[in-house]
């Protein structure tokens, strides 16, 4: 079964960097689009990035564009989200998902199918 595991997360001063990593297995994965997300406690899950499947294209939530970049690896099967100049507000769980399809923009959580179990960024105030 389509099994998406997160790593990376941890604690981080503001304005220093983070790269979170997921690793995907049981599908093909450079068949889809893939996201990551995050939830902040007593709040809703939201849209951070998302890169289509073949990498071309990318699209950031406007909290993070230009500080965080989404990529790829097809050979790896892995996608990543580099976070750098952190914020106390980027404090949340991160969670990868995968699309249903290949399409080239996912912002809505109803476009994903599979979830990872999530990996915490915390950055202090």
């Known amino acids: 079964q389509v099994q998406l595991v997160e790593s990376g997360g941890g604690l981080v001063q503001a304005g220093g960097s983070l790269r979170l990593s997921c690793a995907a297995s049981g599908l093909t994965f450079s068949t889809y689009t893939m996201g990551w997300f995050r939830q902040a406690p007593g709040k809703e899950r939201e849209f951070v990035a998302t890169i289509n499947w073949s990498g071309g294209r990318t699209y950031y939530a406007d909290s993070v564009k230009g500080r965080f970049t989404i990529s790829r690896d097809n050979a790896k099967n892995t996608v990543y989200l580099q976070m750098n100049s952190l914020k106390q507000e980027d404090t949340a769980v991160y969670y990868c998902?995968?699309?249903?399809?290949?399409?080239?923009?996912?912002?809505?959580?109803?476009?994903?199918?599979?979830w990872g179990q999530g990996t915490q960024v915390t950055v202090p105030s």
């Open positions: 998902a995968k699309a249903t399809n290949r399409f080239n923009v996912a912002t809505m959580r109803e476009a994903y199918d599979y």
